[in-house]
């Protein structure tokens, strides 16, 4: 039984969590929000602790992160749970099996091994949210750094900044799913009404930790594509991550109107400043900035540094955010 060191005992006998946003107060025998914490009189167990859902090597641009050693493939792991209650009823992966036959373990050590074994340059934590399972997650990080590969996590930004404090300094990338920029639409689409600390945790990963993140929106008309929501997001972005963050702008929905909000949101997040505005199409190449010179080709099966000296544009020198190093600057 593992126990979540980031907890604090009341007075009643209780316990709070902090190891994501909703801060559960617990008493023994309650499960947190995110279904995968039992609080006993001892403390709130990590239910989850150490088992995996999924694992696959593949590139790791399939997580939306085109800027972050392109062209090398990652292996993904993920466990169980999610902290939004949106993803708890669409997700996969949201409650641990009944069946024992399907609770597999994987050691962090092991996570890291499999990794060097099958020549992946890093581990994209994925399928469930890092924020519910914080300790094993940490484990992964320091064991995956310890043997100079990349770690990154795809997460809704919904971990307290004691928890992402903890993670910062062996994490290289996140990202980020930023489902709204306004109250309505993360209620409906994350069920949620307080959003804006995930705006703070993406802040302090990026100016604290130096963490490179991506942003992934997916629009559905009518909920999160208004044009002013869009441009507040945008701004957001451009002021506070910086100009050259990717932002990813994908359909949430099929049908011409979800085509149409797309194509708006790409306009309106150049307009505000962003440099990269990326669509769905696998195939995009990223271009220089200044000089317009392809510096990452994505015309064929995996995607080829054709432009790059270090982080810098070949033909004119441009400093270009592209992460290339597991070394911090």
Known sequence: MRLTELSEQLPDGGWRCNVCQWQCVLHAGEYGHCGVRLADEEGIEALGDGMISAALVGAVEEYRLWHFFPGTNALSVGSWGYALPADQQRGQYAQLPSDETRRRRLDPERVALVALERLCRGVVWSYSDPAVSHEYVLDVLRSVRANSRYVALVTSGYQTQAALDQLGPYLDGISLELRAFDDAGYQRLAGIEQWRGILDIAARAHNHWRCHIEVTTRLHPGVNDAAEQLQALAEWMRDTLGAETPWHVLPGDV????????????????????RYVYGPEPTQP???????????????????????EGNRCRECDAALSIRTSIFKT
């Not at 979800?258 to 962003?274: C, E, K, M, T």
Request: proline residues 0%.
């Open 255 to 274: 049908g011409s109107a979800a085509a149409a909000a797309v194509a708006r949101a790409r306009r309106i997040g150049h307009d505000a400043g962003l």
């Open 286 to 308: 990223t271009l220089c900035y200044a000089c317009s010179a392809t510096v990452i080709d994505r015309s064929g099966a995996v995607a080829r540094v054709v432009g790059l």
